[in-house]
């Protein structure tokens, strides 16, 4: 029993990030309805920007603090979120009204260009690092389950970065142009929407969470190299779609499902080595039966 | 236009042999390129079928490449030591053909779910599907797990793949431009207006994964036999993108563009090695400047229908 719930928490903790990245899939198909492949890969700028700025931070406050970690968390998604503008400005706007085949592949391109630059020696080089520990690094045991100090972050770091884009997507003003576009966009930029406005700031907001889900991993998994985002990413994805795509909480439920299904494939001995092709017969499975989705309204087809 | 086509067939068949009858001469690199050029026209033609002339978005490619690559050459490997080699070309025919049956199940297996999704969510299923297949070669020992399988028999010539190319290019041909094949372009055109004038999209749908796959299988045989060498990691995603950007670049639907295409981008690489370390960023800057400026394809030059 103990060993069900201790993988439980490992499960939580890998779904929280999990559900991190899947939100800004599901973002970004809300508005602009394209996969958007390069994605995983913000996730890894993510975690190469913690750990740049991890020493950085450390000049003036001590290492390992909570304080440092926050601060290099914040710093690394506000990069992302500039990474993810520049990517949506220079690449998929030129293909605003395009085929959605043309700007998937040129999705592909871009994941495909990340990756390899930084695989370059002269950028991150292909050898993977090891991530610096940014907070006080502790186990605590708690009748006979052992809790990381980094799950318990990782947690509390996504449930309280969820609360925030609640409250941006719900309440504040830009939230329900982001709504409205997803809605009808023709509708909403007649009713004075700024499209690429919206656009524009849907990415930075979804690349900033893949950047905290970026920088968590690293944190829980201490290694980090330039493809790390390639597996992910499409986990992620996956999540994003089995949650019904296009669908907040769907999104973070996903990621939630995947994660625990995961960890706990990963305990038993037969399946452990199967583990990366669960998510996909998942993915497989929830679309023959729900294609939309499990939160997902189903779209009804007109001719 | 069938006899004519019957015609070059036969010539490109006959031609085929006949420079594989002189390969002895060639530089043993150059003739590994025509050869993976060969294989490549297989994979992106078949793929063109499915992509191109259905309007499907087939993600898997690789996966149906694994099946028949790992089929054929557990195929040959326990069977060559049993048969005298005079019995080795029937051998690999048989490896081949039923390599590219098995990889037609798997498209049939991938074919008939997913005829309820359509565009993105197709390309992620068949994604699944290619990385399912993937991970069930390496995790499973008698195909050599992550290791793979070694010490496959070199029995890919030029006369092989290539003429198998030529095949390829005569059954996908013929099937697209028979009063049965226009069926896949109406598809491909309008589902809904396909269906309402009699035409049974899913029958076309699954018509086209199973054909497409079974090249694919074939393809894979080709190559195992090719590099003597499988391992799991050549059939990951990457390889499914870099036949979708054959077509993409060729022209979706467009037989000849895809050809030039796979001849391109296989050559591409081996053109860049001197700048190996900038290649692959190279390539992935041409795939966005391509979408960008020429999304019909490099190759098409009438105005597409919409």
New interface residues.
């Given amino acids: 029993m103990t060993e069900v719930f201790q993988q439980l928490i490992n499960g939580l903790a890998l779904g929280a990030i999990y559900g991190l990245i899947a939100l800004g899939y599901t973002m970004v198909y809300g508005v602009l309805r394209?996969?958007n492949f390069a994605h995983g890969d913000v996730f890894m700028l993510g975690a190469f920007a913690g750990y740049f700025f991890a020493p950085a931070v450390n000049r003036f406050l001590p290492a390992q603090s909570y304080l440092g970690g926050a601060l290099v968390l914040i710093a690394s998604m506000a990069v992302c979120a500039l990474i993810g503008m520049v990517i949506e400005f220079l690449?998929y706007r030129?293909?605003r009204n395009?085929?959605?085949?043309?700007?998937?592949?040129?999705a592909?391109?871009?994941s495909?260009?990340i990756?390899?630059?930084c695989q370059?020696?002269a950028v991150f080089g292909a050898a993977p690092r090891k991530f610096p520990d940014l907070i006080p690094a502790t186990t605590w045991h708690v009748g006979g389950l052992v809790i990381a100090s980094t799950q318990v972050i990782v947690l509390v770091t996504t449930l309280s970065l969820l609360i925030a884009l609640r409250f941006i997507v719900q309440k504040t003003k830009v939230g329900t142009a982001m709504r409205a576009v997803s809605f009808n966009e023709q509708a909403a930029v007649l009713m004075g929407v700024n499209l690429n406005r919206i656009i524009s700031f849907t990415f930075g907001l979804g690349s900033a969470l893949a950047a905290a889900g970026g920088i968590l991993y690293a944190m829980n998994y201490s290694s980090i190299e330039p493809l790390m985002g390639?597996q992910t990413g499409?986990k992620a994805?996956?999540a994003a779609?089995v949650g019904g795509i296009g669908n907040l909480p769907g999104a973070a439920l996903g990621g939630l499902i995947l994660g625990i299904v995961e960890t706990f494939a990963g305990g038993i001995p037969g399946l452990s080595?199967?583990r990366?092709?669960i998510?996909?017969?998942i993915?497989?499975l929830i679309?023959?039966f729900r294609?939309s989705g499990l939160l997902g309204k189903p779209q009804i087809?007109k001719? | 236009m069938n006899s004519g086509a019957k015609r070059w067939l036969l010539v490109a068949v006959a031609a085929a042999m006949a420079v594989s009858y002189f390969s002895a001469q060639f530089n043993r690199y150059y003739l590994g390129i025509v050869i993976d050029i060969g294989i490549n026209i297989i994979l992106a033609v078949s793929l063109n079928l499915i992509n191109g002339h259905t309007g499907q978005f087939s993600l898997g490619h690789a996966g149906f490449m694994a099946v028949g690559g790992y089929t054929a050459a557990k195929i040959t490997l326990t069977m060559q030591t049993i048969l005298p080699p005079w019995a080795h070309p029937l051998l690999f025919l048989v490896a081949l053909l039923l390599g590219g049956g098995l990889a037609a199940l798997a498209g049939l297996a991938v074919g008939v779910p997913t005829l309820r999704l359509r565009g993105d969510y197709l390309a992620i299923v068949t994604l699944g599907f290619g990385e399912i297949i993937r991970v069930f070669f390496q995790t499973t020992e008698a195909f050599g797990a992550a290791t793979g399988l070694t010490g496959i028999p070199h029995w890919t010539t030029f006369a092989w793949a290539w003429s198998l190319a030529a095949l390829t290019v005569f059954v996908v041909g013929c099937l697209v431009s028979s009063t049965y094949g226009r069926g896949f372009l109406a598809v491909h055109d309008d589902e809904v207006a396909a269906g309402a004038m009699g035409i049974n999209p899913v029958r076309y749908k699954v018509t086209a994964f199973v054909i497409g796959a079974f090249f694919a299988g074939i393809a894979g045989g080709l190559y195992a036999h090719h590099k003597q060498f499988l391992s799991p990691g050549g059939f990951d995603f990457m390889k499914s993108i870099d036949i979708v950007v054959m077509v993409i670049l060729g022209g979706m639907g467009r037989t000849a563009g895809v050809i030039v295409a796979a001849v391109l981008l296989t050559l591409l690489p081996e053109v860049l090695r001197g700048f190996a370390d900038y290649r692959m960023i190279i390539y992935s800057l041409l795939i966005i400047v391509l979408m960008i400026a020429r999304p019909q394809g490099l190759f098409a030059f009438r105005r597409q229908r919409n």
Avoid: Q, S
């Avoid at chain 1, 395009?98 to 040129?106: E, G, N, Q, S």
């Fill in positions: 394209f996969i690449a030129p293909l395009r085929p959605k085949l043309t700007v998937l592949i040129t592909i391109g871009v495909l260009l990756e390899y630059t370059h020696a390639v499409l994805f996956v779609v080595n199967y990366d092709g998510a996909f017969a993915l497989i679309l023959l294609p087809e001719v």
